[in-house]
């Protein structure tokens, strides 16, 4: 079975901070993602990578940036975190080739105050 | 942009009884998929139909897709209180490469 991880599942920061979420597969897909998802407005992509080092902008990259440095690991990074950046940060990875079922981490819900 | 709508935002049925979601789209697809997501957890892949395909059946999950209406549905037959979740389709671009555009869901709750 497809194992997603997220390295926390709550988290608190203050604002301004600087927030690293990690994700972590074990099944070698190329594919990785992070959404966040708010209430009413479902499942937002921010970024996904479909292989090390590459990364694409999603539909709201704003104030987020990436990392890929090992195929299993994605990294979700909030330069300076903004209450309006509370949320459920949700990670998911797929296999190549084409659009495939994604399988998601259990999320980490954040909280910026 | 939001590719997919569901419809209808919330469903509260009896043990037992049918569930229908309904999915609206707005583009061209390669496939449509339904997860299911409880609460405060991530989302789980159910099924997965082809632009090609238009019915597809998993146990108690039965999912049709009419391309010329840019619609889909998804039935759950014989529901259990174990059921209750919210429901959410995703849509694959015929050159979107790997990515998904997720709609904003149905909640479903079965009532025991």
């Known amino acids: 079975d497809v194992k997603v991880t997220q390295s926390s599942r709550y988290l608190v920061k203050r604002t301004g901070e600087k927030v690293f979420l990690e994700c972590v597969q074990d099944m070698d897909h190329e594919n990785m993602f992070w959404y966040r998802q708010d209430p009413g407005l479902g499942l937002r992509l921010i970024y996904f990578s479909y292989d090390v080092k590459m990364k694409e902008k999603g539909d709201i990259p704003e104030g987020y940036s990436v990392s890929r440095e090992k195929k299993e690991r994605f990294s979700l990074i909030l330069e300076s975190a903004s209450t309006n950046q509370t949320s459920m940060y949700l990670c998911a990875s797929s296999p190549d080739p084409g659009t495939r079922e994604q399988y998601f981490g259990p999320g980490t819900r954040l909280t910026v105050t | 942009s939001q590719q997919g709508e569901e419809d209808p935002q919330a469903l509260s049925i009896q043990e037992g009884e049918n569930a229908t979601m309904n999915c609206s789209y707005k583009?061209?697809?390669?496939?449509l998929q339904w997860y299911r997501q409880n609460s405060g957890r991530g989302l789980v892949h159910l099924i997965l139909?082809?632009?090609?395909?238009r019915e597809k059946h998993s146990g108690r999950l039965r999912v049709t897709l009419d391309t010329s209406k840019k619609s889909s549905s998804l039935l759950i037959t014989a529901s259990r209180a174990a059921d209750t979740a919210s429901y959410f389709c995703?849509?694959?671009?015929?050159?979107?490469?790997?990515?998904?555009?997720f709609g904003e869901g149905t909640q479903l709750t079965v009532n025991p």
């Open positions: 583009t061209s697809i390669n496939n």
């Open positions: 995703a849509t694959g671009l015929p050159y979107g490469g790997s990515r998904l555009t």
């Open positions: 139909i082809r632009s090609n395909e």
